[in-house]
């Protein structure tokens, strides 16, 4: 199986020299899905921005789809942005509608209407939001806004979904719901990295579960 | 281009109240930029097309007759020159002044401003003078349109209303940017260039620029329609020099109005518009 993420004696430090993250070795196969938990500031979302190509990374190698991250200029940063969906913590919605939200990335994106407009359809489908499209997205509920998060992440088609703590502020049973959902995206043979707070709901423990604790990764 | 009309479309859909009232403001300022700056321009125009055919401030002129033998020119010119109340007076030729005009011109600059209107008393009662005018300081202002204290006053004003216009353009920007923030984070976090963020922003302030620019020559045309009507005006601004100010100040309109537009890019750099927090 090839190898989508190869992370290596990654580092990062704060301005104030704070290590948050130390020596982190990180693997992930195409096609797999796998959960990266552990408490609150443990380098999780530092850890996903630095894999998006968001955030430079100071120390390390990091190489994803066989692109090294650290070497990308800033035109090859974009195109590497288009192939990577990414769901940020604290998603919040533009105040559009449903379908709206998910035209908005592709049109700027470049996409035609009807392009976009097919586009996003396929995407509500497969996050089942689609009788919601014409919804405004600040009457949505909690876990259907993760679902358009979601929706939006993946509209584009891309290689690898990085989901940065989808669960959050979410109950037991949404929690499951999210996790069966990012079972079927990761079902359609896309990549899954998900990033949540311990503890993970249960459909999370039958898929690869790697511990974050103080700047370094477990399992890994 | 059609994802710039598109994001420059959702950009002025997110315009609200304040912010539109912070644009026109900055818009208005760039107008009342562009109508100094037109303002400015008009008294360059008087000078080459006025009727007076360049008689400084504060003289008395003289037209003498064609008819007048060059013994007589001479002898006047003496009288003239040996009155107490004249400082200096010089003789040119009427063609010189005017192509085409025969006769001559005495220009008697008197000793005070007072005694002007005297001269003009004596020399009227003179056989062979056509006609005698004064050239006072303040009608010469109003034949070339702006003294120089004004000139003064409008430069500072050019000043002060680009950097009014700047500033509330900034204002404007930073309140229809805030509204307009998730927008860019979910643009940037998709991997859309910058290059497709910026310029709806900065086509926002040449919009702004464009339609002060627009009002500019409605002013313009409006100001000469009326000056076709008024001999006075109309010595102030020709067609073809109407027609260089309204480009002039539309090219200028739609610079400051780009200026401002960067000014709102500037403004995208901000973390409060990266990605991730």
Same mark, same amino acid.
């Given at each position: 199986?090839?190898?989508?993420?190869? !992370?290596?004696?990654?580092?990062?430090?704060?301005?104030?020299?704070?290590?948050?993250?130390?020596?982190?070795?990180?693997?992930?196969?195409?096609?797999?899905?796998?959960?990266?938990?552990?408490?609150?500031?443990?380098?999780?979302?530092?850890l996903l921005g630095l894999l998006a190509g968001?955030?430079?990374?100071?120390?390390?190698?990091?190489? !994803?789809?066989?692109?090294?991250?650290?070497?990308?200029?800033?035109?090859?940063?974009?195109?590497?942005?288009?192939?990577?969906?990414?769901?940020?913590?604290?998603?919040?919605?533009?105040?559009?509608?449903?379908?709206?939200?998910?035209?908005?990335?592709?049109?700027?994106?470049?996409?035609?209407?009807?392009?976009?407009?097919?586009?996003?359809?396929?995407?509500?489908?497969?996050?089942?939001?689609?009788?919601?499209?014409?919804?405004?997205?600040?009457?949505?509920?909690?876990?259907?806004?993760?679902?358009?998060?979601?929706?939006?992440?993946?509209?584009?088609?891309?290689?690898?979904?990085?989901?940065?703590?989808?669960?959050?502020?979410?109950?037991?049973?949404?929690?499951?719901? !999210?996790?069966?959902?990012?079972?079927?995206?990761?079902?359609?043979?896309?990549?899954?990295?998900?990033?949540?707070?311990?503890?993970?709901?249960?459909?999370?423990?039958?898929?690869?579960?790697?511990?974050?604790?103080?700047?370094?990764?477990?399992?890994? | 281009?059609?994802?710039?009309?598109? /994001?420059?479309?959702?950009?002025?859909?997110?315009?609200?109240?304040?912010?539109?009232?912070?644009?026109? /403001?900055?818009?208005?300022?760039?107008?009342?930029?562009?109508?100094?700056?037109?303002?400015l321009l008009l008294p360059a125009s008087s000078r080459e097309?006025?009727?007076?055919?360049? =008689?400084?401030?504060?003289? *008395?002129?003289?037209?003498?007759?064609?008819?007048?033998?060059?013994?007589?020119?001479?002898?006047?010119?003496?009288? =003239?020159?040996?009155?107490?109340?004249?400082?200096?007076?010089?003789?040119?030729?009427?063609?010189? *002044?005017?192509?085409?005009?025969?006769?001559?011109?005495?220009?008697?600059?008197?000793?005070?401003?007072?005694?002007?209107?005297?001269?003009?008393?004596?020399?009227?009662?003179?056989?062979? *003078?056509?006609?005698?005018?004064?050239?006072?300081?303040?009608?010469?202002?109003?034949?070339?349109?702006?003294?120089?204290?004004?000139?003064?006053?409008?430069?500072?004003?050019?000043?002060?209303?680009?950097?009014?216009?700047?500033?509330?353009?900034?204002?404007?920007?930073?309140?229809?940017?805030?509204?307009?923030?998730?927008?860019?984070?979910?643009?940037? /976090?998709?991997?859309?260039?910058?290059?497709?963020?910026?310029?709806?922003?900065?086509?926002?302030?040449?919009? *702004?620029?464009?339609?002060?620019?627009?009002?500019?020559?409605?002013?313009?045309?409006?100001?000469?329609?009326?000056?076709?009507?008024?001999?006075?005006?109309?010595?102030?601004?020709?067609?073809?020099?109407?027609?260089?100010?309204?480009?002039?100040?539309?090219?200028?309109?739609?610079?400051?109005?780009?200026?401002?537009?960067?000014?709102?890019?500037? =403004?995208?750099?901000?973390?409060?518009?990266?990605?991730?927090?």
């Open positions: 199986m090839s190898v989508m993420i190869q !992370v290596a004696e990654l580092g990062y430090s704060t301005e104030d020299g704070i290590k948050v993250l130390e020596d982190v070795h990180l693997r992930v196969d195409r096609g797999e899905l796998v959960f990266l938990s552990g408490p609150p500031s443990a380098g999780k979302s530092l968001h955030i430079p990374p100071q120390r390390g190698q990091i190489l !994803v789809y066989g692109r090294n991250v650290a070497r990308l200029n800033r035109e090859k940063t974009l195109k590497f942005r288009r192939q990577i969906g990414f769901l940020p913590q604290g998603f919040a919605p533009l105040p559009r509608t449903v379908m709206e939200n998910l035209t908005f990335k592709l049109r700027a994106l470049g996409d035609f209407k009807e392009q976009g407009e097919e586009k996003a359809t396929f995407a509500l489908e497969t996050v089942g939001l689609l009788r919601e499209q014409t919804t405004p997205a600040e009457e949505l509920t909690s876990l259907e806004r993760v679902k358009l998060g979601l929706a939006i992440a993946i509209c584009d088609d891309p290689i690898l979904l990085l989901a940065d703590g989808p669960f959050d502020g979410l109950n037991p049973d949404d929690q499951t719901e !999210v996790c069966e959902l990012l079972e079927r995206i990761n079902g359609r043979g896309m990549t899954v990295l998900v990033a949540g707070r311990d503890p993970l709901p249960s459909p999370a423990q039958r898929h690869r579960v790697l511990r974050m604790a103080d700047g370094t990764v477990n399992g890994g | 281009m059609s994802t710039f009309f598109f /994001l420059f479309r959702e950009l002025l859909g997110s315009v609200r109240a304040r912010s539109a009232l912070y644009f026109s /403001l900055s818009g208005l300022f760039i107008l009342l930029f562009l109508c100094s700056f037109a303002l097309g006025g009727s007076e055919g360049g =008689i400084p401030a504060g003289q *008395v002129v003289v037209h003498l007759s064609p008819r007048l033998a060059a013994a007589t020119v001479d002898a006047l010119y003496l009288q =003239i020159r040996e009155r107490p109340d004249v400082a200096r007076v010089s003789f040119r030729f009427a063609q010189e *002044v005017n192509p085409g005009e025969t006769g001559g011109y005495f220009f008697i600059e008197p000793a005070s401003p007072d005694a002007a209107p005297a001269i003009v008393r004596v020399l009227e009662g003179l056989d062979g *003078v056509s006609s005698v005018e004064t050239s006072g300081g303040d009608e010469t202002d109003n034949a070339s349109g702006i003294g120089i204290q004004t000139r003064f006053g409008l430069l500072g004003g050019l000043v002060v209303f680009v950097v009014l216009s700047l500033l509330l353009a900034r204002k404007g920007f930073s309140v229809l940017l805030r509204s307009f923030a998730n927008e860019v984070r979910l643009m940037r /976090l998709s991997g859309v260039s910058e290059w497709m963020i910026y310029p709806p922003v900065v086509g926002l302030g040449l919009l *702004v620029g464009l339609l002060a620019g627009l009002l500019l020559i409605v002013g313009i045309y409006l100001f000469q329609y009326a000056a076709e009507a008024s001999a006075e005006l109309g010595a102030l601004m020709s067609g073809g020099h109407a027609l260089a100010i309204a480009f002039a100040g539309l090219s200028l309109g739609i610079f400051i109005g780009g200026l401002c537009g960067l000014f709102g890019v500037s =403004i995208l750099s901000s973390r409060e518009f990266e990605p991730l927090p």
